[in-house]
């Protein structure tokens, strides 16, 4: 039986982002991710991702995005950070 895939498209106006900006960006598309997953069932590896700025006509699609655990240890420090 063939796998379903899913595809999480951020669709975004403005610049491209690049360097911290494109970092943050990503950070925000691995959560939209964790957030489908679990509201959905679907594990994980079977949502691709991909940002589309429409102003410049440019797909930029992540090479990796944080794991759970990852987002979860961000959440916890920030936490942590702000009492």
Same mark, same amino acid.
């Given at each position: 039986?063939? $796998?379903?895939?899913? @595809? =999480? *498209? @951020?669709?975004? %106006?403005?610049? *491209? &982002?690049?360097? #911290?900006?494109?970092?943050?960006?990503?950070? $925000?598309?691995? +959560?939209? #991710? =964790?957030?489908?997953?679990?509201?959905?069932? *679907? &594990? *994980?590896? $079977?949502? #691709?991702? $991909?940002? +589309?700025?429409? @102003?410049?006509? !440019?797909?930029?699609? &992540?090479?990796?995005? !944080? %794991?759970? @655990?990852?987002?979860?240890?961000?959440? =916890?420090?920030?936490?942590?950070?702000?009492?």
């Amino acid at each position: 039986m063939a $796998q379903c895939t899913w @595809d =999480l *498209v @951020d669709w975004k %106006t403005g610049r *491209v &982002p690049t360097g #911290r900006t494109l970092h943050e960006k990503q950070l $925000q598309l691995a +959560v939209y #991710r =964790l957030a489908f997953s679990l509201l959905y069932g *679907v &594990p *994980v590896e $079977q949502i #691709r991702t $991909q940002f +589309v700025y429409l @102003d410049h006509g !440019q797909t930029l699609t &992540p090479e990796a995005l !944080q %794991t759970e @655990d990852e987002l979860e240890a961000l959440i =916890l420090e920030a936490r942590s950070a702000f009492g």
